[in-house]
């Protein structure tokens, strides 16, 4: 490929009819109106319209897309449900985005090797209940579970609130089929877990799509606990909350999930259609799930009563049957939604600091929403360290929107600092892209756009993400200057 330049306007009829013959008319969207959803993902901080968008049916037609692109040298972004959180999805300089949303098969289930092969489209929580009769579950489960893909999880390396005791999509995938940005297909991995030579799933998990297309995956399948016990600690304090998620730690337990959710969070949730029954004058709730064999359950139970009643919970209760339990996830798995009570935009930070920083570093970010006089919640991923400062605005407001982002950089230097990292599990994203350079070297880095290039040599796929364009990245590799040096 030549180095590449935004192609005219004038040039994007003639792609948009080879693209509108592979996938057909009506799965060939072009209209300033059919585009504008596509312009951004969860991250609503900005937006930018594609030239297209392409559903296509299949693995064919995901190559044949790719190969037009490459010939009109048009830039193309993968694209599963939107739910990103982090504009991983965002097509930069006029991309087109191909959406996987049609590929939707579960294409085998192989309930004795605690397998499944998908096409990337599914729905993550339409897996489970399409095995649950087989007594099996897909482990990695994020809060968006009823909208996201699995595509877009393998792409993000997603979390959920059960990944402290199941491990992210990474632990779950055993192997990708792969449309490379040269229209070639790839399949990386072996369904029997054990592939010999380099870890190339390993590297596309987590590479946000600037890798390839992934057109099938995987998964590993996991068997229904024979017992689950819910707790709900209630709290006046969100620091006694996080002290009590690292005493279970420290005391050798496992749970399935330790998830808190704030006092703001608690108000907005109660005030919506999710309302739990959660007390509005608490400082926090802590929801503790633990799993596993019948005859563990009440050991475990008591002994969390004793650790909490060391913290001064002020409640502690257990969900007395699964329309309980499925009451106090509501709660947290809804937050996020009841957000839009407080403000039309949210802005869902992602951070992990080490467990034990949790209550100074969480007195800190609220101290810096204070200062920037902002709408601030918390509801996260104790057990993992994994937080999600929310910062509720309204995009409109260009002042308030500079106060958010200046914020939210502020909060992402403290978690460094503590020695945290910058994302758990919404990934870099055009969002954190330029705050790389907080955690990596500029040798990292150049590390990191070694791997891409060599699935992605001149940056047509998924440009402007997660690799910030240093002056040394361009110099080593001008080819994927066109493609990368997009603004934000
Ligand atoms: C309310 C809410 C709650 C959330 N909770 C969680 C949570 O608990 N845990 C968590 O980890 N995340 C969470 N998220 C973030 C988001 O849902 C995840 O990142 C999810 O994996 C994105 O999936 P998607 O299908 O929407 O992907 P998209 O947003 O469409 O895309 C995400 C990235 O994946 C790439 N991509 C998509 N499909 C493919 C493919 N087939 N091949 C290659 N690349 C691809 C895109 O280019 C993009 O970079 C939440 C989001 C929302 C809105």
């Known amino acids: 490929m030549s ?12 792609l948009l009819d080879r693209l509108a013959a592979i996938v057909g008319e009506d799965n060939c969207l072009s209209r300033p109106e059919e585009l504008y959803t596509y312009g951004c993902d969860g991250l609503t901080l900005g937006s930018h319209a594609p030239s297209a968008v392409v559903l296509p049916a299949d693995r064919d037609q995901v190559v044949a897309v790719v190969a037009a692109c490459r010939k009109f040298e048009r830039s193309f972004v993968p694209r599963g449900a939107g739910t990103g959180l982090s504009g991983g999805a965002v097509p930069m300089d006029g991309a087109v985005v191909i959406g996987l949303s049609r590929m939707v098969k579960i294409v085998e289930i192989d309930a004795e090797n605690r397998i499944a092969v998908v096409q990337p489209g ?7 209940e399409a095995i649950a009769h087989m007594g099996l579950f897909y482990a990695p489960d994020p809060s968006s579970q009823q909208a996201c893909t699995i595509g877009g999880n393998v792409a993000e390396n997603s979390g959920g609130p059960h990944t402290l005791k199941y491990g992210t999509t990474t632990n779950h995938v055993l192997s990708v089929e792969m449309v490379l940005p040269d229209a070639s297909v790839v399949r990386l ?16 998990v987590g590479s946000e799509g600037t890798l390839g297309i992934v057109t099938e995956v995987t998964v590993r399948l996991v068997e229904i606990p024979e017992a689950v016990e819910t707790m709900l600690a209630i709290f006046d304090d969100v620091s006694d909350a996080c002290r009590l998620v690292g005493g279970i730690i420290r005391s050798g337990m496992v749970p399935a999930a330790l998830e808190v959710v704030d006092r703001r969070t608690i108000r907005a949730v109660e005030a919506s259609v999710y309302a739990a029954g959660l007390p509005t004058d608490a400082g926090a709730v802590l929801i503790i799930e633990l799993d596993g064999a019948a005859c563990e359950m009440q050991g475990l139970t008591d002994r969390i009563r004793e650790l909490a009643a060391r913290e001064g919970v002020r409640e502690l209760r257990v969900a007395r049957d699964a329309e309980e339990r499925a009451l106090f996830w509501r709660a947290r798995k809804g937050a996020f939604g009841a957000m839009g009570r407080l403000a039309p935009d949210l802005y869902v930070h992602d951070a992990v600091v080490p467990r034990a920083s949790l209550p100074e570093v969480l007195e800190e970010i609220c101290a810096i929403g204070d200062r920037y006089h902002l709408t601030l919640s918390n509801v996260f991923h104790a057990g993992d360290g994994n937080l999600h400062p929310n910062i509720s605005f309204d995009r409109r407001n260009s002042e308030e929107l500079a106060r958010v982002v200046a914020a939210g950089r502020e909060m ?4 460094v600092r503590v020695g945290g990292v910058l994302t758990g599990e919404h990934g870099v994203g055009m969002e954190k892209r330029d705050y790389m ?4 070297t500029p040798e990292d880095l150049e590390a990191m756009r070694k791997l891409r290039d060599a699935f992605n040599p001149d940056g047509i796929c998924n440009p402007g993400k997660v690799i910030p364009m240093t002056r040394a990245c361009t110099e080593a590799n001008p080819r994927a200057r066109g493609y990368d040096e997009v603004p934000l």
């Open 3 to 14: 180095e590449s330049q935004p192609l005219s306007a004038s040039t994007t009829p003639s």
């Open 189 to 204: 991995g072996s369904a029997a877990g054990f592939a010999p030579g380099y870890d190339l799933v390993g590297a596309v």
């Open 122 to 128: 599914v729905v993550n929580a339409h897996l489970s």
């Open 437 to 440: 350079g907080l955690l990596f």
């Open 412 to 415: 992402l230097e403290l978690c």
